[in-house]
C-alpha cells in the first residue's frame, strides 16, 4: 500500500502539508500537519503526533475510516515534479504504551497518537 513515491514524500526534508479527513454528524472535518511529523511504522502503520485533533477523536471514535491527501512539489511525479496520493485507511489514538511514549520522547506536546491502517493509497499527479 505504501509505495516507494509515497515513502520518498514522507521522507523528505522539504516538508509539505498532509491534510486528514474524518466525517462525523455535521459532516466531514479536516485538520493538517507536516509529513515529517509522519512516522512509518515497520507494518506500514502512520502514526501522527496529536496535540489537539478532539474533534477528528471523535468522529473517529463513531466511524474510524479516515482519508488523506500527501503531496510534495519536489517528488517526480506522472507529469514533471510534484507528485501526491490519496491514502485511506482506518485511525485510532493511542495514549499509552511503547508507541505512545516513542512519539513523546520526539514530540514532547502530544497528548495523543493518530495511528493509521492504511488500506489504499492511489497517486493523483
Given amino acids: 500500500m505504501l509505495n516507494e513515491k509515497l515513502l520518498a514524500i514522507l521522507s523528505h526534508p522539504v516538508d509539505g502539508a498532509v491534510s486528514m479527513v474524518t466525517n462525523g454528524e455535521d459532516g466531514p472535518h479536516l485538520v493538517n500537519t507536516w509529513n515529517s511529523y509522519i512516522t512509518v511504522t515497520p507494518d506500514n502503520k502512520l502514526q501522527i503526533p496529536a496535540a489537539g485533533y478532539n474533534k477528528t477523536e471523535k468522529n473517529l471514535s463513531n466511524h474510524n475510516e479516515i482519508i488523506l491527501s500527501?503531496?510534495?512539489?519536489?517528488?517526480?511525479?506522472?507529469?514533471?515534479?510534484?507528485?501526491?496520493?490519496?491514502v485511506k485507511g482506518s485511525a485510532r489514538f493511542i495514549n499509552s504504551g511503547t508507541d505512545f511514549d516513542r512519539m513523546k520522547e520526539k514530540?514532547?506536546?502530544?497528548?495523543?497518537?493518530?495511528?493509521?491502517?492504511?488500506?489504499?493509497?492511489?497517486?493523483?499527479?
Avoid at 517528488?75 to 510534484?82: D, M, Q, V
Avoid at 514532547?108 to 489504499?120: D, Y
Wanted: a positive charge; zero cysteines; glycine letters at 12%.
Fill in 70 to 86: 500527501i503531496a510534495s512539489r519536489e517528488i517526480e511525479g506522472y507529469r514533471g515534479k510534484g507528485t501526491g496520493f490519496i
Fill in 107 to 125: 514530540f514532547s506536546w502530544i497528548r495523543a497518537v493518530l495511528e493509521i491502517t492504511v488500506s489504499s493509497s492511489k497517486q493523483m499527479l
